[in-house]
């Protein structure tokens, strides 16, 4: 099994920053692409940014320039950088995986339990 644990939510005021983290543990034989998406109240769940094994990244139009995606793949860890944040980030923002496992040696996604990130005004 596949266990994602994000960390470093919080509160932070409009044109404040954060850094949030995923990091990836169990029965992992190589991770494919990682994003973040978030999902805000009474809105669908939102694609952020994502970056693939080489390091390819993309973004949605609204966090570029003040969002950066990384990897450290040695840690199985993904990083979010978000500056200048604003209200309309406020969201819980969740890590998905692509793992190739140990035991399948197929992919499959996983997801966090998700991270709130509050921006106040």
């Known amino acids: 099994q596949v266990q994602l644990v994000e960390s470093g939510g919080g509160l932070v005021q409009a044109g404040g920053s954060l850094r949030l983290s995923c990091a990836a543990s169990g029965t992992i034989y190589r991770i494919n692409a990682i994003g973040w998406y978030r999902q805000a109240p009474g809105k669908q769940r939102e694609l952020v940014a994502v970056?693939?094994?080489?390091?390819?990244?993309n973004y949605i139009d609204s966090v570029k320039g003040r969002f950066t995606i990384s990897r450290d793949n040695a840690k199985n860890t993904v990083y979010l950088q978000m500056i200048s944040l604003k209200p309309e980030d406020t969201a819980v923002y969740y890590c998905n995986a692509a793992v190739v496992t140990t035991t399948a040696l197929r992919e499959y996604h996983y997801w966090g339990q998700g991270t709130q990130v509050t921006v106040s005004s």
């Open positions: 970056i693939t094994s080489g390091g390819s990244t």
